[in-house]
């Protein structure tokens, strides 16, 4: 569901001097293995057959990232917006150039990817708090304000199975909000429940844009972009075409 | 895969350490278990509840299973094969290497799956690879302390007391069984990832390794058939057959039963009592553990893209 685009808050980050991510001259291959076979290796070693394509998901993409900024990726499927967003946060690693960063990155990297089905809303806001980096005690601290901002009290124990898809989500984007990471990876999320609890989400943003938090954001909501980034990447087949102005960055993505 | 992917190349010099700067995905490698506490404390607690969804029995699986097990394999070669009548206290000495090689079985299988098993996971979010292969170990060993306990209980009834003798080859035992099967199971579970061969692969060797240790028969009866053999030393080399023979030391071996069977049989009694070849099995153990870790450690960034 698109915001409501009255319900986006301006902006709220303030740039500033201090450097949070360094991505340095990035360069990401995939090889497409067909499927996971020993036999098709066998075979294809015996026939000295090229085992696998490869296609280029990041070529040499480097910027810097400044504390407070909130910066915008956008481009069409596959122009490599996600692959970015996962070597940022670790879960790939660049074949070339590197990646740096400066303090704790949690990554809202589509939410709910570690919640169970089996368990309870209670053990999963635990579970999920701890896979993005939570201790213990942080959690016990923060857990009344999940579920308030999840606003599914009464459902807490009830296996997550059960839960509307609504819910879900809700109860997911709360734990994601509320690990106070330095650095916030933002894989369309945006987009997630009905639009009071989107104008919430969107609130959350802005509070910690306020609280200066640095923010990565990738979403096709181009609107919704505009008004909450400070600076906008637009990247294409994996190169970076533009990288600046969010008004222009849009423009060049509807020109190409 | 064209590998330029190596861990030097990406972290930060010095200077930019010193500035606050760090790569990411970088952990603690093999120490991450001890550190991450609290989220393996956490998957543990999850695998333990989704394995019994919806099961009435729940828990009391863990007990049916060897169970059935005890009672097929005593019936068919304790009473129709008449393993029994040389063997006293069958029952217990039959347990005590089941229990092994279940737990050998269930670590080793679910370790190799614990990577493939974690797709949503390992693909999305950057977590110690680590925790899901030690937590597969914990949660079988879990499932092992009913069955530890059926056996003691067992042999209690056959007037086994325990010893200090029993008590230290219990602990090698086990140590030597854990170590050994979380590095086979680290290897595994990271080739696992990119070729899904591995896991039915790991299914056979479970299978073959009740047969292949001396669980169902008398490692004497091994000797009498292949003694002097190059095929007996690796047979009493294989840290299964070093671990059950630990097993039956700690359980079935001082029993009065057997002990007083001893002096007219002295078959009963295993080459190189009480112990064995203990330091042999460790040595292996720990060699297959560091090989384990190695391979896993360094083909752990891979995992998101080959999933």
Redesign the interface.
Known sequence: MTPNLESVPESAAVPTAREMV?VEHVTK???L?HN????E?VFSALQRKKL?D?FLALDDVDFTVHAGETVGLIGFNGSGKSTLL???????????G??????R?A?L??VG??F?P??SGR?NV??NG???GM??AQIDAKFDEIVAFSEIEEFIDTDVKYYSSGMFLRLAFAVAVHTEPDIFLVDEILSVGDEPFQRKCLDRIRELQEAGRTMIVVSHELEMLERLCTRIIVLQKGRTVFDGDPTTAIATLRDS | MSGGISGRALAPTRVEQAEGWRAPGQDAGWLNPVRERFLLSLLVRKELRVRYRGSALGMLWSYVKPAVQFIVFYIALGVFLQLQRDTPAYAVYLFSGIVVVNLFGEVFGNATRSITGNQALVTKIHLPGELFPWASMIVALVHFLPQLLVLVVGALLFGWLPSATSALAFVLGIVILLVFTMGLGLLTAALNAAFRDIENFVDLIVMVATWLSPVLYRITMVEEAIGGTVWWWLYQLNPLTIVVELFHVAFWRYAPDVVEGVAGDPSLAAPGEPFGLWWAGLLIAVAVFVAGTVVFERTKRRFAQDL
Do not use: C, M, N, W
């Not at chain 1, 996971?36 to 036999?39: A, E, F, R, T």
């Not at chain 1, 940022?88 to 660049?94: C, T």
């Not at chain 1, 590197?98 to 303090?103: A, I, K, N, Y």
């Open positions: 360094r291959q995939f090889s293995r996971h076979s020993l036999k290796l696998s490869t996962k070597t940022i946060s670790g879960v790939l690693f660049p074949d070339k590197r990646v740096l960063l400066r303090g990155v990554g990297i589509e990817a570690g169970h089996d368990l053990e635990y579970l701890a896979i993005l201790t213990r």
